[in-house]
């Protein structure tokens, strides 16, 4: 599987650790990411991350330390967002299409929300979209597992999205 770039969905520290519950599996599902970045920055590929700014008292509000991102480099560009569609409102599109991204992973939390919502974007406007397995995660939701919830998400997006057992399998295009 190659793509341009990565897009990273709400990496930050309160998302994982959850309100009442963290997101399952948070350690491994960071390591797994901090794999893909690698490879992705070791290729030159850019890498994208998504910054959800939520509302007062939440474990997301802005400025506060569950608002901060995990994995981020100091010169991958944050998109700031306030919708689970990281592109509605952002210049999330614009990015992509500065850097000539064809084809994209995404990554990170949670699955059936911001994961979701960016992927179906994505398709939409023509990208062709990779979601490793392995790379993006959620929480338990009401009596259902969390695995369950992120694998009835990647479904939900139809047979357009390119669904990876194992972030391993995704390789980068050469930059420039």
Not at 11 to 33: H, I, K, Y
Not at 143 to 170: N, S
Request: with cysteine; proline share 7%; hydrophobic share 50%.
């Amino acid at each position: 599987m190659i793509v341009d770039a990565v897009i990273v969905v709400d990496m930050q520290q309160g998302v994982l650790a959850g309100g009442a519950e963290p997101v399952a599996a948070a350690a491994t599902l960071t390591d797994r990411v901090v794999a893909l970045l690698g490879r992705a920055r070791l290729a030159g590929a850019p890498v994208i991350h998504l910054q959800n700014d939520g509302a007062p008292g939440a474990t997301d509000e802005p400025f506060t330390p569950g608002w901060e991102l995990v994995l981020n480099e100091p010169a991958e560009p944050v998109v700031r967002k306030t919708e689970d569609d990281g592109f509605a409102g952002t210049p999330l599109g614009a990015l992509l299409d500065g850097h000539g991204v064809r084809r994209v992973a995404v990554c990170g939390v949670l699955s059936e929300m911001c994961v979701s919502a960016t992927a179906r974007t994505a398709l939409a406007r023509g990208l062709g979209v990779v979601l490793p397995h392995d790379t993006h995660g959620t929480y338990p939701l009401d009596e259902i597992p969390a695995d369950v919830v992120a694998r009835v998400a990647e479904h939900a997006l139809g047979d357009e999205v390119e669904l990876v057992a194992e972030a391993a399998a995704v390789t980068f295009a050469p930059a420039g």
